[in-house]
Each structure stands twice: as C-alpha cells, then as structure tokens.
C-alpha cells in the first residue's frame, strides 16, 4: 500500500507455468515482462517537463517483484539513440545476463535477458543501464528501478505493511533539463572528481514524499541508493531503526542502529517503529557526511536535507507487534578456504594504477574458488566498490572485524581506508566487471575485469 | 627556511583564478615501455644523496639526518603545514589553503608504498599527483596526449617539482628507488592538502614555470664566449 502511496509502479507480468515442483507457497512460475528504454518528457519539478530516459515511460522504472526460484524473461528493448544494457545489480545472474558493458545492446536492438533467481536471494536489488562510459549519463537522465525478490520463508510479518524507498538526486537546468555539463566545463570536471551530485533529492521519483504510518505501528522499509555519487547518512529524529538486512537480503539477527549510511548502489531493509503519537509527524533526513576530498567539497556538504515526511495517522495506536530475534542463517565463508588474497587499490579514476581495458583481465580466478580481496582506498575520497555476479562478505574495515555477517555487493571504501572482502565464485563463469560505483568514476575507467573460469 | 619558503609561494599564487580541472579517461596511447632501472643498493645510495640534497626532508620530515626520527614520514605537528595564499602574508585573506607534506616512506596506506616507481617518477617529473595519475609512461606534455592527462592534478606547492623535473631521468628513478626500497615504511596518515579545485593548474602553466624541457642553452638571456671569462 505505502509502495502504491509513493508513487512506485509495480510491474508484476507473471505466467504461470505448469509444474507440481517447488515448496507449496510458492511454486517456481515464469515471469515474463518487457522493459523498454526510451526518451520521453516527464514532470519531475513542479512547474517545467523534463526530457528523460525512461523504462516504460516513468522515473524510476517499475519495481520488479520476483520470488526465489522464479525463471525471468525481461525483453529489452534499447530505443535509446546509444547503446545501454540492463544490469540486475546484486541478483546473481549468469554472465551473459548480467547487462554489462561486455553486451551492450545497440541503439534500436533488443535482448532478452532470462535467469532464475536462487534460492536465499530474497532481499532489495536495482537495475540500471551498464553501458561503457555512458553509465553516468543514462542514470541521470532517468534509467534506474527497484527489485523485490520475495522468499517463501519470509521471517518477517507479512502483516507488516512495507515501501520501497528508491533514493535519487538530480540537478536541473531552469528550463527543466537536466544539468549535464560538458566533460571539460568546471561544473563538469566537479562532476568528474565528486561523481555528479544533484541538489534536488527524489524518494521514488517525488520530491519531499509523505508516508503514512499509525502510531505503534511496524514498518518494513527498503532503502536502495540509486543516485549517482551521493551517499546518504540516513536518520529519522528521536528513533532508531531496526535493520534487518543489506545488499543481499536479511541478516541473521535485527540490528538496532541509530542512522544507516547508504553509499551508491547499496541497499537496507529496516523496520520503522511509530513511536510517535497519533497527528504527529517526523522526517526522514540525511544527515551530513564528508565523502569529499578539500579541493571539490561542495559548500553546503554539511547541511542536512529532509528526504520524507512521516505522518501519523489520527488512528489509535495500535498493539505492539512481536518481531522475531532470528531472522535466517548467514552461513560464513571461511577465510581459511581463501586460496588466494587479492589487492585492489583505489585511487581517482584509477583500479591499482589502471584504466579499465575491455580486451584485458585484471583478475583469473577459478571457478569455486574462494579468495580475499584487500581494497584499500589510497585517496581521500571514498569509493564504493562494487563486484558483479557474486554476494560477498566484509571481513573486516580498517582491520576492525564486521560486526556482523551480511550478503554484499557494494561496500563503501571510505578515504584512507580499507575493507577486507571474502568471496566464492561458486557458479557461472564468465568474465565480471568491479568497479567504483560512483557513476563518473565508472564511465572514466575504474573499473577491472574478473574473469571466472 | 620554511617560512621563506612559504613567503615566495604566496607571492607566486598571489591572485590565482580557480579554475576547475578533474580527471578524465586519459588517453590509452600506447607507447613505449620504459621501465625502472633495476634496483641495486648503487642507486638507491645514489637517490639518498639526491634526497639529502634537494632538502626534500626540510618539508617531509627528518631535517637533513636520515637518522631523524620522522625522516620522509610526512606532517607530524601542525608546524610542518603551509599556507598557500595570501593568508601567508596578510591573515585572514582568501584564498587560503592549507597544505601539508606527504608521507614519502614506503608504507601501503599512508605513503608510497602502492605506488610505482614510474608514479613517482611522474611526479617529480610532470608534478603530476600519483593518486591521480594512472601507472603509465608519459610520452607529452600536453594536456591529453602521449598519457599526459588531459585534467592534469598536480602536486600541491610548495612542491618545488618545476625546478626538479629538470634532474635527468636517471636521477628521478634514483629518488624513486630510494624511496620505494631504502627507506624504513612509518605508518603516519597525513590530512590530505588542500587547494583550489582544478588542482593548481592554472598555476603551473607553462607561461608562469617554462617548458620542459627547458628552452636549450642560451636562450635569449644566456650566452658564452669564452673570450668573456676572464683569464685566470
């Protein structure tokens, strides 16, 4: 109800298909459903209509809902005047499917990707284009939507009613376009070093959104960070959140946190407890967080900015609801299995040094094979690093030992820093980009390729 | 000395316009690999006395004695750091940016440790930051060719790079050596500078440093005849 409140369409194409196998709530059934990508004019500010790229005509694209075990078929189609791909970020896809710019789909060409979500994949995903170096821009202009992959065995309530909050930023020219400066402009050589920032921050394509919640009330929230380089430090006055689950689905117990910093590409599940009384309200904010190094940070980085508005309904409080302690087992990968420990450095624009080189493999590793990757960021920047095809986990950061254990895809480096990584290339080989995900930092080649095999 | 040195570059930047520069995909130009001499303890020797006498240690640590605590380890107190402006002269005028010497010993995430010796060597060279420039050999000088990046982000002053990049190749790589491989890593995580957000290009252009390499001997303002020396 709150996702439909919000403004989020769900494309929800299923064809069920004849089989007596799988678990009796969820049987594996086919989705079949059609995503093109196409400009178009849209009203994203008040007062003026944008030119955009758009999934099926809206920003954000539709939210995708899948089930474990389902088989999809996406038929894209590219209508765009370049080329651009669909990437499933953080779904374990072969990688063939996995839209990136290994299989760039030409302008007027089509593609359809077909892949089975695993068992245990339940959790909060996005897509997006993955074209080489034009990443940025199509994010910017508009190509970017939620993945909700459902499990049968969901610990959670379903009685709790949930949204996807799909955060963005843009900035706009008076006329409504979007601000896309010239590489070489000022502006756009800001863009280049902070990763382009828009002053203008969108929950699910809406500026300043209200969500409606009763008090005493329990709500499953999914926070995915869909903007180009901003990261958010989210906190909502006077509360904390219960977080249940990141990049890769819940974790194995409810963690009590007081903000969640959500740098590019990485998801949170949290349930938000009305702790206010009926009528009232309170905001969902961001709160100031120094990602920058001094020669580009922006004036105002220390200001907070409201995100969305939660507003109380006049209802009675209702009862407290029971929320399991555990939420699901989180099997270990085991450091000692690691074959091999990897260093991956980061520097501006630079993976150990290097520009990305499609023809090149920076990395060979073996198909089932467990190994540690060390990303240290040499800068004072951060850098979050994104790894296709494969979940991993956090050792640790900056030699501190993760807390707790959690499915990744994306992991912020903060500046100076380091993050241990351990990871198992249990299936489909293939060749696999990592990379910066702040989108300018992609498209200028930090980026290397893995190949499994 | 160092409040000398601070003086000269507040005049030099005295004024600066900010303009803007950032990275940009440098050209994937392939040229030809010119590697780093093979290490042996002759040249790291060699780069210590290149070390020693280019004062690098009066900013970076250590003052002259590589038996100095902090020697090359980068800003330890507050009064190793610049300031870059006017504020050298006049407090409290703008621009002002505070720099700070680096960590130059070999230590992975607070020094050089993780960049290579061609890095280094396009620092002292181009004064191009290694952080900020791909591990490549640079073939030109302009801005977006041979490797050269076409948003050069250089060294912050009072880096004397201008000067030094005329030191021949040899001894470059010699510093380079020596710092890579003889000296102690020191763990010492230095507050990155400060500076204006195209990186001080508009101050090293090639109207306010000269070219490299520098304009042959005599330029205008140079000659020799040997009649003129005097008979000894």
């Known amino acids: ?453 | 000395m160092r409040r000398a040195t601070k003086t000269s570059v507040c005049l030099i930047l005295f004024g600066c316009a900010l303009v803007v520069a950032g990275f940009a995909r440098s050209a994937a130009q392939t040229t030809a690999e010119s590697a780093a001499p093979p290490v042996t303890e002759p040249l790291v020797q060699r780069g210590r006395l290149l070390v020693l006498t280019h004062a690098c240690s009066e900013c970076h640590g250590g003052n002259d004695n590589p038996a100095a605590d902090g020697w090359l380890a980068g800003v330890r107190s507050p009064d190793m750091e610049f300031k870059i402006g006017p504020c050298a002269v006049t407090p409290g005028a703008t621009p002002c940016f505070t720099t700070r010497p680096r960590n130059l010993t070999p230590d992975n995430m607070t020094g050089l440790g993780r960049f290579s010796e061609r890095q280094i060597f396009n620092a002292l060279r181009y004064g191009l930051r290694p952080e900020d420039t791909a591990d490549v050999t640079i073939t030109s000088n302009t801005p977006g060719q041979g490797n050269f990046p076409a948003n050069p982000k250089y060294l912050a002053p009072p880096m004397p790079w201008p000067s030094w990049r005329h030191m021949p190749d040899a001894d470059l790589w010699a510093i380079a050596a020596y710092l890579k491989y003889g000296v102690k890593p020191v763990h010492n995580r230095v507050e990155d500078s400060e500076g204006p957000p195209d990186f001080w290009a508009s101050e090293y252009t090639v109207e306010k440093i000269g070219p490299y390499p520098a304009t042959p001997f005599p330029s205008g303002r140079e000659g020799f005849t040997r009649a003129s020396v005097p008979t000894r």
């Open chain 1, 1 to 453: 109800m709150s996702v439909r409140r919000l403004g989020v369409s769900t494309l929800f194409v299923a064809v069920w298909t004849a089989s007596s196998f799988g678990q009796p709530t969820a049987p594996p059934r086919t989705v079949e459903l059609t995503l093109t990508a196409a400009a178009t004019h849209l009203s994203l500010v008040p007062g003026v209509t944008t030119e955009v790229y758009a999934y099926n005509g809206t920003v954000p694209g539709p939210t995708l809902e899948f089930r474990e075990g389902d088989r999809v078929i996406v038929h894209f189609r590219n209508n765009l005047p370049q080329p651009s791909t669909i990437h499933w970020h953080g779904l374990h896809v072969p990688a063939a499917m996995d839209g990136s710019p290994f299989n760039a789909i030409a302008p007027g060409g089509h593609y359809d990707y077909v892949f089975t979500i695993p068992r245990g994949a339940a959790g909060t995903y996005w897509y997006h284009p993955h074209p080489d170096q034009i990443t940025g821009l199509q994010v910017a202009k508009g190509l970017y939507g939620a993945i909700v992959v459902r499990a049968p065995d969901d610990p959670l309530p379903a009685s709790l009613p949930e949204s996807v909050l799909l955060l963005s930023d843009n900035r706009f020219l008076p006329d409504g376009s979007i601000d896309i400066p010239p590489p070489d402009s000022p502006q756009g050589r800001v863009d280049f070093e902070n990763g382009r920032e828009g002053d203008v921050l969108f929950v699910n394509g809406r500026i300043l959104p209200t969500l409606a919640i009763r008090s005493g009330e329990v709500q499953r929230w999914r926070f995915i960070n869909a903007s180009g380089a901003r990261v958010y430090r989210l906190a909502l006055a006077g509360q904390t959140f219960l977080q249940v689950g990141s990049d890769g689905g819940l974790f194995e117990h409810p963690v009590e946190v007081k903000e969640i910093l959500l740098a590019v590409g990485e998801r949170a599940e949290v349930l938000v407890r009305g702790t206010g009384p009926p009528g009232s309200r309170a905001v969902l904010q961001t709160l100031p967080y120094d990602r920058y190094i001094p020669q580009t940070r922006p004036a105002d980085w220390n200001e907070a900015h409201d995100l969305l508005t939660l507003q109380y309904t006049d209802e009675p409080a209702v009862a407290p609801i029971a929320l399991p302690a555990e939420l699901r087992a989180v099997p270990a990968l085991d450091p000692s299995k690691a074959t091999t420990t990897r260093v991956v450095t980061l520097s501006q624009g630079f993976l150990n040094g290097k520009v990305m080189d499609m023809s090149r493999v920076d990395v060979s590793a073996s198909l089932g094979a467990t190994e540690i990757w060390e990303i240290e960021n040499l800068v004072g920047l951060d850098h979050p690093f994104h790894m296709h095809g494969f979940q991993f986990q956090v050792l640790d950061r900056d030699g501190v030992p993760e807390p707790y254990r959690a499915w990744k895809d994306t992991v912020n480096v903060p500046k100076h820093e380091s993050v241990r990584i351990i990871v198992r290339y249990d299936d489909f080989p293939g060749k696999w980009m990592y990379h910066c995900h702040i989108l300018a930092h992609e498209d200028a080649g930090m980026m290397g390729v893995l190949e499994v095999k």
